[in-house]
């Protein structure tokens, strides 16, 4: 039997996480207004840490260029690292540090909108920070939402973590250049996704060797 005191403890908790909910959704819908009235794209990439997001987002700055403006925010616990690596590839990006959090919010991408996100770029993709868990609770106005799975992981992701890949719009499979080298099963891996996301487009790719990127680019594109 639960006492008194935990009791109140736990409604008081229980209350104080759903005001954190309300008031992100609420802020990610002000966020997806000044998206939609400036005319820009947004997806948010979520995956677990080291598979493969800035990599892509290098890779994707040359694809890109051609057909419009991208800017980049680019979500880290801590350090500057991957936001100076998009910028050496010649992306515009801007680093956000979430310090102990292990995702980002509303509130930071909103921050961001009328300064560094200037409201003339046809798209913004948002790297969110490395984890499979709490990305998947926090709208941030987005668009469009993508998950990667990079093989190296293991097929039964999807199975552990099924509000991130439940959600999303797109799953890239990365790091396809590795296949020859793992025991990784790609029917399984396909098997896995669709129990959790039967409408989500997939494509595999390899931001490494190029291939798959053809898919990608033409997804952003329609998009
Ligand atoms: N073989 C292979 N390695 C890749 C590929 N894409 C990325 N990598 C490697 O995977 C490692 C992690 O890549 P990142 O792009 O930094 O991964 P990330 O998802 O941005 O990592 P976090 O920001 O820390 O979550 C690096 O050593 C990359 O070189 C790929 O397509 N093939
Ligand atoms: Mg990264």
């Not at 690596?85 to 515009?92: E, H, S, T, V």
């Not at 920070?129 to 992981?153: H, M, R, W």
Request: net charge neutral.
């Amino acid at each position: 039997m639960m006492c008194d005191e935990c009791g109140r403890h736990e409604t008081k908790i229980l209350s104080m996480e759903r005001n954190i909910f309300k008031k992100n959704s609420d802020l990610a819908e002000q966020n997806r207004l000044w998206f939609k009235a400036h005319g820009i794209r947004t997806i948010n990439m979520m995956s677990s840490p080291g598979s493969g997001k800035t990599t892509l987002l290098e890779k994707t700055t040359r694809a890109i260029q051609p057909f419009g403006k991208m800017s980049i925010l680019v979500g880290d616990v801590q350090t500057e690292i991957d936001a100076d690596r998009l910028r050496n590839a010649g992306a515009k990006a801007q680093q956000i540090n979430t310090w102990n959090g292990c995702h980002l919010d509303a509130a930071m991408i909103a921050r961001q909108l009328g300064n560094f996100v200037t409201g003339e770029e046809d798209l913004l993709m948002i790297e969110n920070v490395g984890n499979l868990v709490c990305p998947a609770a926090f709208d941030l106005g987005e668009q469009y939402k993508v998950a990667l799975l990079s093989i190296t992981e293991g097929e039964d992701k999807p199975l552990k973590y099924p509000a991130l890949f439940h959600q999303v719009d797109l799953i890239l499979i990365t790091k396809i250049d590795l296949e020859p080298f793992l025991s990784w099963n790609r029917e399984k891996a396909l098997e896995s996704l669709r129990r959790i996301n039967h409408k989500a487009h997939v494509i595999m790719l390899s931001a490494l060797s190029g291939m798959g990127m053809e898919a990608w680019v033409d997804w952003l594109k329609e998009k």
